[in-house]
């Protein structure tokens, strides 16, 4: 297990409602990212963070915002829901050294938007 | 812009069989290409990785076969077992990305289904 806690790991929600996805790590790893996965278009980026409160946009952030007050709670905001996002949402870290490239994910949060 | 072109989406190969996935990049720059497993309601893990230095990588049952002049990469599983049946996703890195520049493009993934 690579120390990755998503939570919650389901959630059905409203059109309109905020909610928030939250990642905790063990690993003490400087880089944290925020991937959704929807069938035909794999793994997108979200946004990511490279220490605490360092947050900067990936490919689609529009409707969802980040914060990272502590090295090991990384949390996806999602302001007011809508149907477009529901997805399976993916947190990875990564450590800062030695640098291997390689992402170690979640088992990812499934989100509901009805 | 898609920079990493995986196909096929899905495979089906019978259990013993070779399954082959192939990945096109775009971006010359690029020199780490990883591949993930993901099952079934887990997150995708690192499987296999290759550096374009080299044109082949096997570990076990799992090969990447490199062609830089094509640009192109591929997956072979060998001997396929219904145990492998999982989503494929091939992914690229470019030079220089251990900082916050880091940029993982991913393809878009192939359901690999083995039968018994």
């Known amino acids: 297990d690579a120390g990755i806690t998503q939570s919650p790991r389901h959630k059905v929600t409203e059109t309109g409602t905020p909610v928030t996805l939250r990642c905790h790590q063990t690993?003490?790893?400087?880089?944290m990212y925020w991937y959704r996965q929807d069938p035909g278009h794999g793994l997108r980026l979200i946004h990511y963070s490279y220490g605490v409160k360092d947050t900067d946009k990936g490919e689609v952030s529009d409707g969802y915002s980040v914060s990272r007050s502590k090295t090991e709670d990384f949390l996806l905001t999602l302001e007011s829901a809508t149907s477009s996002q529901t997805s399976v949402y993916f947190c990875a870290i990564r450590p800062g050294t030695p640098y291997t490239g390689e992402l170690f994910f979640g088992e990812g949060s499934r989100l509901t938007v009805l | 812009q898609q920079q990493v072109k995986q196909s096929p989406q899905s495979l089906i190969v019978q259990k013993g069989g070779i399954s082959i996935i192939n990945c096109a990049y775009e971006n010359t720059a690029f020199d780490y290409f990883p591949w993930y497993q993901q099952f079934p309601g887990k997150g995708p893990a690192l499987l296999i990785a290759i550096r374009p230095d080299v044109s082949e990588k096997k570990e076990g049952r799992f090969t990447i076969s490199f062609n830089k002049s094509a640009k192109q990469f591929s997956l072979h599983i060998m001997d396929s077992q219904p145990g492998d049946s999982a989503t494929y996703f091939c992914a690229a890195i470019p030079p220089n990305s251990g900082g916050s520049n880091y940029k993982l493009t991913f393809g878009k993934g192939t359901l690999l289904t083995v039968n018994p």
């Open positions: 690993e003490n790893h400087r880089y």
